[in-house]
């Protein structure tokens, strides 16, 4: 397991994942980047996350200082938003980051079903971020099967996987040690990056479970070793 990074940037944490995760990670002595179009909506979010952790370091800036400020960029931002937000910070960021894309293309974006997912040309949202961010920077698909509304909640305890897709083992065990430190989450390499359009569908599949059984399930996987990383 790498070590971990002390640092990590979270664009659109004003939406409730990335709140969420904002959160929790300040909570596990995570310094906390909050990004968003506008540097008042990133301020009040950040007012936000230290009203639920008055101890933890976060600060808030527009989206591409944001993006520029640590090594580590989380995106979570409706797939509408997605290819915008990306061709914006993209101007900011630089070669040895790593971009940790949480965005699922739902039809919900232009106006469908939550539990339909919309064609990306690319195969899915993070193999579309690849070709938007610059040489040099990675991308790893993450946090599509967790529950935002479980995240944001501190008081629910987490027990379920982060399925990371992505090319370089080295960049999936980064990411993994980042949010491993949350309690209650257990990275699991799901493969290369291709394999996002197969993780970024799970979230559809648990929004119609979730909606049937009025839950905030997530996913588990069953019979793998005690050491993943």
């Known amino acids: 397991m790498s070590v971990p990074d002390s640092s990590v940037t979270i664009i659109g944490a004003s939406g409730a994942l990335g709140f969420g995760l904002a959160v929790r990670l300040a909570a596990a002595g995570v310094a906390v980047t909050i990004g968003s179009r506008e540097a008042g909506r990133a301020e009040e979010a950040g007012a936000r996350a230290l009203a639920v952790v008055p101890d933890g ?6 989206n591409a200082a944001a993006a520029a400020a640590n090594e580590l960029v989380v995106l979570s ?3 509408r938003s997605h290819h915008e937000t990306l061709t ?10 790593l971009l940790i894309d949480a965005t699922v293309p739902l039809a919900a974006a232009v106006g469908g079903k939550p539990t339909r997912m919309l064609g990306v040309w690319q195969g899915s949202a993070a193999q579309q971020a690849q070709e938007l961010v610059p040489e040099g920077v990675g991308v790893v698909a993450a946090l599509h099967t967790v529950s935002a509304a479980a995240l944001e909640d501190r008081a629910h305890p987490l027990d379920e996987d982060v399925l990371l897709a992505g090319d370089r ?3 999936k065990a980064r990411v993994a040690a980042l949010l491993d430190r949350v309690d209650g989450l257990r990275c699991v390499d799901a493969g290369r990056l291709e394999m996002a359009r197969i993780t970024e569908s799970l979230t559809a599949l648990l929004i119609s479970v979730n909606v049937r059984h009025k839950a905030h399930a997530g996913i588990r996987l069953t019979g793998l070793p005690d050491t993943l990383w």
């Open 57 to 62: 370091r976060v600060s808030a800036m527009e």
């Open 77 to 79: 931002v409706p797939f």
């Open 169 to 171: 083992k080295a960049d």
């Open 88 to 97: 914006h910070i993209a101007e900011a960021m630089r070669a040895g980051q």
